[in-house]
């Protein structure tokens, strides 16, 4: 059993299933509504359970924003794991969960200024760890990615590709272009000096 953030008491499996239904509802008014609509009520709104249940699980509401956050996280790595398993050449494998990555962005353009909205406020409240572990969790998909292609350091490749596509996000919101002539980009980024 776990612990209740901020309480002693220990959780039953019934529990902990109240907790992820939370977790779940904080989830759907996240990307439905940003960062300041994820209030108590709306959670309680959008879930099974009622606000004092809320509190009751979670007595900081940050805690739950961190949590539903990262299964957000969890469930886009997962989904571009899921890409990637359908490609057999590493390179084509790669690229395409570069393209997954993009499009994700481009046909759900609130889940980027989520992304940002949520880095910035936990960056205000000096709580980095949370950032962290959501860019680690992402930079290791690429520099799993990168690995059997036989560059140097996959690990800053993927560090430094992350970061490229952070950018382009925010520029394809701009000035839209085709994964084709970004394509050119990322090779650059990930095989430059590599032959």
Known sequence: MTAV?????QLSPNQLQKQEQIVEAARVVLARDGLAGCTVRAIADAGPLTKSAIHYYFADI???IDRAMAAHITTFATDL????EKFDNPRERLFEVTKAYLAEFAERPNGAFLWFEYWIAAGRAQHPQAID???????ELFAELLA??????????????????LGA????????RPF?????DVEALCFAGYR
Not at 169 to 176: E, K, L, S
Not at 180 to 184: A, N, Q, T
Request: no cysteine.
């Open 5 to 9: 953030p901020g309480r002693s008491a």
């Open 81 to 84: 794991r899921a890409v990637g």
């Open 169 to 176: 996000v925010v520029q394809q919101r701009v000035r839209p």
């Open 133 to 139: 572990a959501m860019l680690t969790s992402i930079t």
């Open 148 to 165: 059997p292609l036989d560059v140097d350091d996959p690990r800053a490749r993927a560090r430094a590709l992350l970061s490229y596509l």
């Open 62 to 64: 940050d805690v739950l």
């Open 180 to 184: 084709e002539s970004l394509r050119g």
